[in-house]
């Protein structure tokens, strides 16, 4: 806009305004001071951003769509700026249309706070008319107080219970916008709610659906599947946005395979072919904090050990008998010959007591060869059997995993199923049900790398990771120990050996 004194700069701003009604990739090319400032590296919206606006603005300058709902739904891979265009649309819809409602909810309510909200705010922030809007954590209002009512955008998260507050989605004459962020994980009676709220006359109803495609069911995949005829959608992959990690991506499509649905979900914006969901189900280990297991004297004693990679993570031991689990110790900040001598003193103790263990399993990846040398070093391989476990090597069924770590949390997920005894220990509960598993190209059965849940905001299930590992090896008790067939649910029939 033109430099001039306040009254000139205000008929400018009026006409820009005007002229930009229901062309919004004009008015984002125009509102943002592109290629200065924060946008110093940017010269406009990506590509796929401006097909969205030219689609909206097309609709919109059609008279004969203009007052029908206006349908978007866009799938994508991670990092494509999603939320950025969110705040680009919201700010258009707004500023060039009196007393427009805007409603805006995400899968969660964190989502909404932490992500989608502040990044509405920064784009708000940019806007050439930044200063006509009171920007808050869970609304935009126009600061006209005569309109602050009715010319609004609201930030709300989403309930099951008290789908009401999408039915009064009305604003006859004007305009409407409907935002869902991350639309994989919000409920049918949500979206249902909303359909059912685009039915005023004369009005401009725009509703757009942005997410990942987690799940290969639901309100969000059907935009793409059953109601595709009611959804103009696109599907977007990582590696065609400006700005994303190539060099990232193309790791986990190394490790994981193109058509895995790992990089299907995480990267291509295409739908898995199995549910991208939890591995262990919270019911079956909520079952097993109370189970109270009987038959396993005489079983194998598997003592284990998960050590610590990172600073924030830790190194956990405890051991398994049959049923019965235990965890023993967690430790911080050790170094691996500290390490070593604190499962030593485990090893001594049950010895002592008479309870000594027939094997222990040790993660072999990183530091944890230190912890296993330190421990053969000492002459303990000449007490008990020591297995040094890898997570990336061939599972004993290929068919069925991808590799040896997701096989023995599968080991572990079936007996959590069939019943066992684990430790009331919040943190080994949230380790069981934290990780998520989808399947290869080969449709063998992967599990979530510990890196992927820390970008999801989880800690390494080192707990998990613990009891998983006890799984890992068939050892015979000792010859004196008699055991009964029935013991352990019925599974002795796969033998014990060495």
């Not at 080969?442 to 990771?465: F, N």
Request: negative net charge.
């Amino acid at each position: 806009m033109q430099n001039g004194n306040s009254l000139v700069v205000e008929q400018e701003l009026g006409d820009f305004l005007a002229e930009t009604e229901r062309n919004p990739l004009a008015f984002v090319l125009d509102a943002y001071d592109w290629g200065e400032g924060e946008l110093a590296k940017a010269t406009g919206p990506y590509p796929w951003q401006r097909e969205v606006l030219e689609y909206i603005g097309g609709w919109l300058q059609n008279p004969a769509t203009r007052c029908q709902p206006c349908r978007v739904a866009v799938c994508s891979g991670h990092g494509i700026g999603k939320s950025a265009l969110i705040g680009m649309l919201i700010g258009w819809a707004m500023s060039t249309c009196e007393d427009c409602r805007v409603l805006v909810t995400a899968n969660t309510a964190k989502q909404l706070d932490t992500k989608t909200s502040p990044e509405v705010a920064t784009w708000f922030r940019r806007l050439i008319n930044a200063d006509d809007w009171d920007v808050k954590q869970t609304s935009i209002k126009v600061k006209d107080k005569a309109h602050e009512k009715t010319w609004r955008a609201d930030f709300i998260p989403w309930s099951e219970e008290n789908p009401a507050a999408f039915a009064g989605l009305h604003n006859k004459g004007k305009r409407i916008l409907v935002i869902f962020d991350e639309a994989s994980g919000i409920d049918k009676v949500i979206w249902e709610t909303v359909s059912g709220a685009m039915s005023d006359e004369d009005t401009e109803i725009i509703w757009i659906a942005f997410g990942n495609a987690t799940e290969n069911t639901g309100s969000f995949f059907e935009c793409f599947n059953r109601a595709k005829h009611r959804w103009w959608n696109r599907q977007i992959d990582s590696r065609d946005v400006e700005g994303t990690n190539k060099a990232e991506i193309q790791k986990d499509v190394d490790d994981y395979g193109e058509d895995s649905d790992f990089v299907r979900v995480r990267w291509r914006g295409v739908f898995p072919r199995a549910g991208f969901s939890q591995f262990i189900p919270s019911e079956a280990v909520e079952v097993c904090r109370k189970y109270k297991a009987q038959g396993f004297i005489g079983l194998p004693r598997i003592l284990s050990t998960d050590v610590a990679r990172y600073g924030d993570d830790q190194t956990v031991t405890g051991d398994r008998q049959g049923r019965k689990a235990r965890i023993l110790e967690k430790l911080r900040g050790l170094d691996t010959v500290q390490v070593a001598e604190h499962v030593i003193k485990i090893i001594d103790q049950a010895e002592a007591n008479g309870e000594p263990y027939d094997a222990w399993v040790c993660d072999g990846d990183g530091i944890g060869a230190g912890v296993i040398d330190h421990v053969k070093h000492r002459g303990y391989d000449r007490k008990l059997a020591i297995f040094e476990f890898h997570g990336g090597e061939s599972p004993r069924d290929p068919h069925k995993y991808f590799n040896r770590r997701a096989e023995v949390w599968g080991l572990s997920r079936d007996a959590i199923a069939a019943g066992m005894e684990i430790p009331n220990d919040p943190e080994l509960v949230t380790d069981l049900t934290a990780p998520k598993y989808f399947f290869s190209n080969k449709q063998q059965i992967q599990l979530e790398r510990k890196e992927d849940m820390k970008k999801r905001g989880l800690a390494s299930p080192d707990c998990g990771d613990m009891l998983a590992m006890t799984f890992a090896v068939n050892v015979v008790p000792k010859p004196k120990q008699e055991v009964s067939p029935e013991v352990y649910g019925g599974q002795m029939s796969q033998g014990w050996m060495r």
